[in-house]
């Protein structure tokens, strides 16, 4: 989502600017409108790029980590989307209704860590396994039980074969459970803690609650 507005705002910045530099170009500069409109998306370019790396900058001094890293986590987040786009092509091709609900919940729960790690990539290293195996996994098994389905010749080793999958891919499943966990462990530490200071803060207030009440009736 954060990429999507910094997108916007980027255009939004140099877009006006490039149209203001092409009039002020042709009309004060008596520039070559050809030459101006190369001028023009030069100047786009260029503005577009700076702003940018400026919001690269602001980005990886919120998150604390460096450029190197920001830089890596945002190529594993764009391998991981290829690979889940690939997995949920697959779809079509389980024929079992077992394997399909598999399918299914290794997508929901792909995307779903997936997503946390794009809104904070910090989180990437509380679920480096998934980017580095588990998804792969994911893929390359449904990938080999598509194609074992799928052949006409269904003899007691290939059954035995798709059988063994459909356990391991269980087995991805659990992993991926796991994984999704860990991406918000510390999302729910810190909601237990902001639930614990509300009710230490509560029973402080509890009394001096009570007191009043109690002074309220004296005076009755």
Known sequence: ?????????????????????????????????????????????GGNFTIKQVQLSSNVKQLGMSRSEYKHIQHQITEAKGKIKQLNSLYGQVRSVQAFKQVY????????????????PAKFYHVEKFFYSHLDSAVELTSKYAM???????????RIALQHTRETLTDVNKQLEQDLRGALATDIEQLQLELDYVDVTMKNNKPLLDMKGDFRNDRK
């Open 1 to 45: 989502m954060q990429e999507v507005k910094q997108f916007f705002l980027r255009h939004f910045i140099i877009a006006p600017v490039s149209a203001a530099s092409w009039f002020t170009m042709i009309f004060a500069a008596g520039i070559n409108p050809f030459a101006a409109t190369g001028l023009m998306i030069a100047i786009y370019l």
């Open 105 to 120: 919940e290794m997508n929901n729960l792909a995307r779903r860590i997936l997503t946390i790690v794009r809104k904070n």
């Open 148 to 158: 074992l389905v799928n052949q006409p010749l269904k003899d007691q080793e290939i």
